[in-house]
């Protein structure tokens, strides 16, 4: 596991994608963020994915709420629309968005206390609705902007920089969001790599939305002795449920699938992932065994990570709504005014 | 019960023709609403101009509920503050619903309910035996108390002289999809009306006798009536969070999207609507899908309005247009959630935190409704900010006659929106650049082909270029330029309607719902007081300047709103600066719509006359 470090220009700079663009063309403007916060790992392993998977910068729209979290779509995809929200409203506008334009691919990007307290009950209907997005929990257990409260994701017993002790329970966004019929749930950490990146490109390839809770400490008011989210801490007690591959729809490459050892999901775009066992056998398409799993792993203060539940079948938001094919934004006014005869008939039988 | 009035038998009086009120009172979840409305239609279709008002309780079913319909061959169809003839049908009432009736006002109620006629000597009493007629012809035990009160219909038929085939041609109309429900009513009312020619001698002066002045004309509630507008608006994405009185408006949009707004090649929508988790997501989706290029709007009240308070500052500052149908009510959380208020204005004027100013609209009557919803979503585009529709209760809820719609015929303005092909054209785009000196920057969408296409949306910290900035210079040019642009709303919402009479030194500003007992009020006090007035009509917020000119050619103006503070008279008063101590002020609070009488008295007592 490779030490976190500020946004970098990475070596392969003028290696092409399939659209022909390079990995600068995904980044952003410069980080903000206090030098060694999870988040700027997180923004290069997202300018990664999208780049790997080929994404169209100007159809991907960047949302988020308020919090250093939600600084971050600044500084990835500079090319794409942003949506600096306000405080735990991301959903809504996110949404709001997907609704006038279903093409758009929509990353959005909040925190613990933008999700889990101010935003809670938006966060919970956008995934009941299964609106199609990635939303990204960036997870450090406080509030960072204004330096250092705890969030309502903080573990029961850790402790915040002066010593006080959490005596709450945490709330726990990705069994919520199973619950909730949510079609890809993660859980991952900002200093595992290579596992966040291919849940990142999962995500993409997913129709439908995909939660990723990613813990990512924060350098400055939570990296200390007896905090549960510091790197130590979780640099020690990462459990990996298993090794994750993605495989996109246009590199396919055939692995074979041992029984007992992997597992894979296919996703409606013709990408896959496959999962290896590393320890007890994981089935992620078993939403009780993601339940107990979850349950198991807070009663044990255990930090699982990985693909913890997938159904990749259940329709999204705009699917539900039967949209026609053309964004609603751009629909032409032939189709959206009806005509005279139908405003005559409708007088006529008011009359 | 003592006896109210002096004991005098009402005396034989000359004819009262297409000149009453009627007041139906009936208890919540009995079905009277149909009965109501049918009353109502008969009379329209009989040529008098009428308006129904529904006064109802907080509660589904087992409260008292009023219903007062007035007719007038003039066209006064504001609320009459007396009521000329009652219907008595629920017990709880009974006795303070007769009580409060005008000396020579018609009674006609339920033989069943504890009545003694001689509690008051003043009326003119009918009693109707209703279990006993409807138990004749309605064979269904079932349906007997749906359709008692078709019996009232057919009777009061009888007694005003409204053909009863008016009241058939109605209940076939309402029943259109269920002719058997049309025929179960039509057999009861028939019934009340034979029992009345049968049983009753007429006793009372009211008559009604055909006109021809409501030909052409339409009835429809004005929720129903912005709905439309939205609709032939190319409203694509409605989102809301149920809330009385607005819920009609986004239930008769979703109606009419789901008829007329399916696409017929494959079957799908042209638009989306959400029942929103509550009115903080439900603005939040109009704006993010306003800001992905939609027309988007949602619908509440005031406490709505409250919620989403924050995020119409962010449409505001960020420029992101947005449609919000205030249909006005009183008081927060258990207040009177069923009653009538123009109580919003202040609040939608500068709803959010720090600088800011919201264009408003106010619809008087049905077309306006129509027109305006229009013209909302075209301002909306055309400021990229939040525009307000103020209905209120008493307009959105109740229903109206007025005169069928003009369909649209200026194209839908979409505002400045660049496509790729004109960023190739420009080669650069600075998101909040004021190019054209209306305050008015150039916007894009997500999705636009182009590189120089994408900016980064925040609140108030931003340059002319969306670069994230904290510089005083740049936060005030930007301020400035967003109170340039709504200079330019002025010139832009619906402007006043006025009626200016010669010589007179009174000048009447008033709104909305007020419009009609305003009219009336204008009558009373020229005719019966020899006293002139000017009137101005507001029909747009910011003000046209001839607002400042109107008050200015007055000696007084008097500000006539329904609220307790005088809303709209203070928000005049900062634009008019030096001529505020012109205006006055008329307040009308009550939740019960406001009667013309309630202004001429005012106007009366202020003027010392």
């Given at each position: 596991m490779a030490e976190i470090a500020a946004p970098q220009v990475p070596a392969e700079e003028r290696k092409k994608n399939r659209l022909g663009l390079t990995l600068p063309e995904y980044q952003g403007s410069a980080s903000t963020l206090c030098t060694g916060c999870g988040h700027d790992a997180i923004t290069n392993q997202v300018i990664r994915a999208f780049y790997e998977m080929g994404v169209q910068p100007h159809m991907v729209a960047k949302m988020s709420g308020i919090g250093c979290s939600s600084k971050t779509p600044a500084y990835f995809l500079g090319k794409s629309h942003g949506f600096n929200a306000v405080h735990g409203r991301m959903p809504a506008i996110s949404t709001g968005a997907m609704l006038a334009n279903k093409q758009l691919v929509t990353i959005g990007v909040s925190g613990d206390g933008d999700t889990a307290s101010i935003g809670m009950g938006q966060f919970i209907h956008l995934v009941r609705r299964n609106v199609p997005m990635i939303y990204i929990i960036e997870n450090n257990g406080v509030y960072g902007l204004t330096k250092g409260q705890f969030s309502a994701t903080a573990d029961l017993h850790s402790k915040s920089k002066w010593g006080q002790e959490n005596q709450m329970q945490p709330i726990d966004c990705c069994s919520l969001a199973i619950e909730l019929g949510c079609?890809?749930?993660?859980?991952?950490?900002?200093?595992?790599?290579?596992?966040?990146?291919?849940?990142?490109?999962?995500?993409?390839?997913?129709?439908?939305?995909?939660?990723?809770?990613?813990?990512?400490?924060?350098?400055?008011?939570?990296?200390?002795?007896?905090?549960?989210?510091?790197?130590?801490?979780?640099?020690?007690?990462?459990?990996?449920?298993?090794?994750i591959g993605f495989v996109p729809f246009f590199e396919q490459v055939e692995a074979e699938v041992k029984p007992g050892e992997t597992k894979r999901i296919d996703f409606p775009d013709g990408s896959h992932v496959i999962l290896k066992r590393v320890g007890e056998d994981y089935d992620p398409t078993n939403k009780g065994q993601a339940l107990l799993t979850l349950l198991k792993a807070r009663e044990e203060n255990l930090f699982l990570t990985g693909l913890l539940y997938t159904d990749t079948k259940t329709p999204d938001f705009c699917t539900q709504l039967n949209l026609v094919d053309q964004p609603l934004a751009t629909l032409p006014e032939s189709l959206t005014r009806p005509p005279k005869a139908v405003l005559e008939e409708v007088m006529e039988r008011l009359r | 019960?003592?006896?109210?009035?002096?004991?005098?038998?009402?005396?034989?009086?000359?004819?009262?023709?297409?000149?009453?009120?009627?007041?139906?009172?009936?208890?919540?979840?009995?079905?009277?609403?149909?009965?109501?409305?049918?009353?109502?239609?008969?009379?329209?279709?009989?040529?008098?101009?009428?308006?129904?008002?529904?006064?109802?309780?907080?509660?589904?079913?087992?409260?008292?509920?009023?219903?007062?319909?007035?007719?007038?061959?003039?066209?006064?169809?504001?609320?009459?503050?007396?009521?000329?003839?009652?219907?008595?049908?629920?017990?709880?009432?009974?006795?303070?619903?007769?009580?409060?009736?005008?000396?020579?006002?018609?009674?006609?109620?339920?033989?069943?309910?504890?009545?003694?006629?001689?509690?008051?000597?003043?009326?003119?009493?009918?009693?109707?035996?209703?279990?006993?007629?409807?138990?004749?012809?309605?064979?269904?035990?079932?349906?007997?108390?749906?359709?008692?009160?078709?019996?009232?219909?057919?009777?009061?038929?009888?007694?005003?002289?409204?053909?009863?085939?008016?009241?058939?041609?109605?209940?076939?109309?309402?029943?259109?999809?269920?002719?058997?429900?049309?025929?179960?009513?039509?057999?009861?009312?028939?019934?009340?009306?034979d029992w009345a020619k049968a049983n009753l001698a007429k006793r009372d002066p009211f008559r009604v006798e055909r006109m021809s002045k409501t030909q052409g004309k339409i009835i429809l509630d004005g929720n129903s009536a912005a709905a439309l507008g939205a609709v032939f608006a190319g409203v694509t994405v409605l989102t809301w969070y149920p809330i009385t009185p607005s819920s009609s408006l986004c239930e008769s949009m979703i109606d009419y999207l789901e008829e007329y707004r399916i696409d017929k090649a494959t079957g799908?929508?042209?638009?989306?609507?959400?029942?929103?988790?509550?009115?903080?997501?439900?603005?939040?989706?109009?704006?993010?899908?306003?800001?992905?290029?939609?027309?988007?709007?949602?619908?509440?009240?005031?406490?709505?309005?409250?919620?989403?308070?924050?995020?119409?500052?962010?449409?505001?500052?960020?420029?992101?247009?947005?449609?919000?149908?205030?249909?006005?009510?009183?008081?927060?959380?258990?207040?009177?959630?069923?009653?009538?208020?123009?109580?919003?204005?202040?609040?939608?004027?500068?709803?959010?935190?720090?600088?800011?100013?919201?264009?408003?609209?106010?619809?008087?009557?049905?077309?306006?409704?129509?027109?305006?919803?229009?013209?909302?979503?075209?301002?909306?585009?055309?400021?990229?900010?939040?525009?307000?529709?103020?209905?209120?209760?008493?307009?959105?809820?109740?229903?109206?006659?007025?005169?069928?719609?003009?369909?649209?015929?200026?194209?839908?303005?979409?505002?400045?929106?660049?496509?790729?092909?004109d960023l190739q054209k420009l080669g650069k785009f600075e998101r909040y650049r004021d190019v054209d000196g209306d305050g008015i920057p150039y916007r894009t969408l997500p999705g636009t082909s182009h590189p120089a296409a994408s900016y980064f949306t925040r609140g108030s910290g931003h340059n002319e270029k969306a670069l994230y900035s904290e510089k005083p210079d740049d936060y005030r040019n930007n301020m400035d330029r967003l109170a340039r642009k709504f200079d330019t709303a002025r010139k832009l919402v619906p402007a006043p309607v006025e009626q200016a009479e010669p010589g007179a030194e009174i000048g009447f500003i008033a709104f909305g719902t007020t419009h009609d007992a305003l009219q009336e009020s204008r009558d009373q006090l020229r005719n019966e007081k020899s006293v002139k007035t000017s009137y101005l009509r507001l029909r747009g917020y910011p003000f046209s300047p001839r607002v400042k000119e109107f008050v200015a050619r007055h000696k007084h103006v008097y500000v006539v709103e329904q609220n307790r503070d005088g809303q709209m008279r203070d928000l005049l008063a900062l634009e008019v600066g030096a001529d505020c101590g012109r205006l006055r002020s008329i307040r009308h609070y009550t939740g019960v719509a406001i009667d013309a009488r309630f202004i001429t008295s005012s106007i009366l007592t202020q003027e010392g006359r």
């Open positions: 079609g890809y749930v993660a859980r991952s950490f900002s200093g595992d790599m290579k596992q966040l990146l291919a849940l990142l490109k999962g995500a993409v390839a997913h129709k439908g939305l995909a939660l990723l809770d990613v813990v990512s400490p924060c350098i400055t008011f939570n990296n200390h002795e007896g905090s549960t989210k510091a790197y130590k801490w979780a640099k020690e007690h990462e459990m990996p449920l298993h090794e | 019960m003592t006896t109210l009035a002096a004991p005098e038998k009402p005396k034989a009086q000359t004819q009262i023709i297409n000149d009453f009120s009627i007041e139906i009172a009936t208890i919540n979840g009995s079905g009277s609403q149909t009965a109501n409305n049918m009353l109502m239609r008969s009379i329209f279709q009989m040529g008098i101009p009428c308006s129904g008002k529904n006064l109802f309780p907080s509660n589904i079913a087992g409260l008292p509920t009023w219903f007062t319909i007035r007719a007038n061959g003039d066209g006064y169809i504001a609320r009459k503050a007396e009521t000329d003839i009652l219907i008595c049908m629920n017990p709880d009432t009974v006795f303070e619903d007769i009580r409060n009736i005008r000396p020579g006002a018609v009674c006609l109620y339920n033989e069943e309910l504890p009545v003694s006629e001689d509690i008051r000597t003043d009326l003119i009493f009918y009693k109707v035996p209703f279990a006993k007629i409807v138990k004749e012809c309605c064979p269904e035990p079932k349906l007997r108390r749906l359709v008692t009160n078709m019996i009232y219909v057919g009777a009061i038929d009888f007694l005003l002289n409204i053909d009863l085939q008016e009241t058939f041609k109605a209940l076939r109309k309402n029943f259109s999809r269920k002719p058997k429900a049309a025929e179960i009513n039509i057999v009861a009312a028939q019934a009340g009306y799908k929508q042209t638009f989306a609507h959400v029942q929103a988790e509550d009115e903080l997501a439900s603005i939040g989706m109009v704006l993010g899908a306003a800001w992905a290029g939609a027309r988007a709007c949602t619908a509440t009240a005031g406490p709505g309005i409250s919620l989403m308070s924050e995020f119409v500052g962010l449409s505001y500052y960020a420029e992101i247009p947005a449609v919000i149908f205030n249909v006005q009510r009183t008081g927060p959380s258990t207040g009177l959630p069923t009653r009538t208020m123009q109580g919003d204005i202040g609040l939608c004027a500068t709803a959010s935190h720090g600088d800011t100013k919201h264009p408003m609209l106010f619809p008087a009557n049905l077309s306006e409704c129509f027109e305006m919803a229009g013209d909302a979503f075209d301002l909306a585009e055309r400021l990229q900010t939040t525009v307000f529709v103020m209905l209120d209760l008493d307009l959105g809820m109740n229903n109206w006659m007025g005169d069928p719609f003009a369909y649209p015929t200026r194209p839908l303005d979409r505002g400045k929106v660049l496509s790729a092909a």
